[in-house]
């Protein structure tokens, strides 16, 4: 998770403060399910990847006090999840 927060801060160059961290939460076998295309070379990897990716952004996102949504289900699903949090958090 450091190695993620060093990107981020030498990508954003200080110049963006972040307002709201949210993070989409799946279970990889899920996500793998939902692909219709061939897997590109991080799909293609195995399970054991995936987690430790998952696992990685879930830390990075509690040191940051993000907030961890569930993105399991439809599009319009996880999507209305996304616009009640951005709503409430940013008071739009």
Do not use: T
Request: net charge negative; glycine share 6%.
């Amino acid at each position: 998770s450091e190695k993620i927060e060093m990107v981020n801060r030498y990508a954003l160059g200080g110049l963006i403060e972040r307002s709201l961290l949210l993070v989409l939460d799946a279970d990889p076998e899920e996500v793998s399910s939902r692909s219709v295309d061939a897997p590109d070379y991080y799909e293609g990897m195995d399970d054991s990847f995936h987690q430790s990716v998952r696992e990685r952004f879930l830390e990075l996102s509690e040191k940051a006090g993000g907030i961890v949504l569930d993105a399991s289900g439809s599009v319009e699903d996880v999507s209305v999840r996304i616009r009640e949090v951005v709503a409430d958090k940013l008071s739009i």
